[in-house]
């Protein structure tokens, strides 16, 4: 796993500040239209890198936009997904997501002397299952794992999330 890539405060901070912004009506067809599109931009202060305690301001961006039934294009941080399933409890299908890379101009002494690592490009797949009314009527639950390989050899790897 890259030691540079902010994924999970990055979407931590995704889902605490612009999920207020990226709420959509979820009404079912006989009562009126669905509006499942939206796209919001915001910014986030994530670490440095990981385990840092200096932080930096980053642009987010975050939406979705759906076509052909439940198929959607989403944007998720520095990620983009291509879900290629027409179903609404189950999504899958390409993933490419941007992983930032780390200078030796932070702060810290110690990571200042460790290499360089390049920014990642990573071209991988996904898989979600979502569960709707969990508790409340509007509330769903989501779980996940996404896995991708460096094509520009930044960690020469691959990476999961999950």
Known sequence: ????RPALPLATAAIALLGPLAVTAQVPEEQGPRYDDFLALGAVSVPDYEGAADQQLVPL???QIRFAGNRHLAVQGTGLRLNVLDSRQWAAGPALNFGFGRDDGVANEAIARLREVDTAIEAGAFIDRTWSQV????ATLSVGVAFGQDLANAHEGWHKRS
């Open 135 to 138: 508790g409340h009527p509007t």
């Open 61 to 63: 961006l975050f939406g």
């Open 1 to 4: 796993m890259s030691a540079s």
